[in-house]
């Protein structure tokens, strides 16, 4: 369970959280729905402990997020795959370096357990022929799958992930939207995705929250929303903007 507590969060002038209220359920899928620049990134980097927020708090499974030294989280970061929204790719390694370097660095595992398990994440993700190759010799949407192998690798127990299906053709999203889809259902986890698709809400959302102008103007299951509702909520969220 992730419970967001009076989040607010302003830089300079800018409010891009204003008191936030919100309950993400545990081991389902949560849509954080919303056009660009209302909030939404912001709202995933305080979940996962990268951005101090100005007031209130992120509590995931008891563990208050936002509060004390950067090396609590270390721990909780162990847990967390995340997936972010222009990927976060080093250039400098290959596809193979990126997806191994947590498991490298952090899991214990020898390094023949290693290969195969990026072998694995590569064959999964269809790009079993492109684990030599450099970030910059990829498309757009290899480089998104590159990066969920990589939020893959650890086998984490809550995934964030931030406009997943941004910046590519039809045939990526489609590509990408099977893999999360296939994801979600291999790994009984908890999972949050920013983007403002909503055909993406439709496919993998069990719960929606609008996010505009920093707010929240809806939270509640998808089941709950009728199509036409839930049309409404979007042009509300992302054509308003």
């Known amino acids: 369970m992730i419970l967001i507590e009076n989040l607010s969060k302003t830089f300079g002038p800018v409010v891009a959280l204003d008191r936030i209220q919100a309950a993400f359920p545990e081991r389902k899928t949560t849509v954080i729905l919303g ?54 790719l080093i250039d400098s390694l290959t596809v193979e370096e990126n997806i191994a370097l947590y498991l490298k660095y952090h899991s214990g595992r020898s390094g023949a357990d290693i290969r195969d398990r990026v072998r694995s994440l590569l ?14 010799e990829l498309s757009g949407g290899m480089k998104k799958r ?22 590519i053709d039809e045939q990526n999203w489609a590509i990408i939207t099977r893999l999360l889809a296939d994801s979600l259902k291999q790994n009984t986890a908890t999972a949050v995705i920013a983007t403002h698709d909503l055909r993406l809400t439709r496919e993998l959302g069990d719960y929606v929250v609008f996010l505009h102008k920093g707010r929240v103007s809806f939270a509640g299951p998808k089941a709950n929303i009728s199509e036409r509702s839930l049309v409404e909520l979007y042009r509300g969220a992302v054509d308003g903007e």
């Not at 305080?46 to 209130?56: A, R």
């Not at 064959?123 to 450099?134: H, R």
């Not at 590159?146 to 406009?163: G, I, M, N, S």
Request: charged share 25%; glycine share 12%.
């Open 35 to 88: 056009g660009n620049g209302h909030g939404k990134t912001v709202l995933m980097k305080i979940v996962c402990g990268l951005l101090k927020p100005d007031t209130g708090r992120v509590v995931v499974d008891g563990l208050d997020v936002t509060a004390g030294p950067e090396k609590r989280l270390y721990r909780f970061w162990d847990r967390v795959g995340f997936l972010f929204q222009e990927n976060a």
């Open 146 to 167: 590159v990066a969920l192998a990589r939020a893959l690798a650890k086998e984490p127990d809550l995934f964030l992930f931030d406009e997943p299906t941004s910046g």
């Open 123 to 136: 064959d999964f993700v269809g790009l079993s022929e492109s684990g030599a190759s450099l970030p910059e």
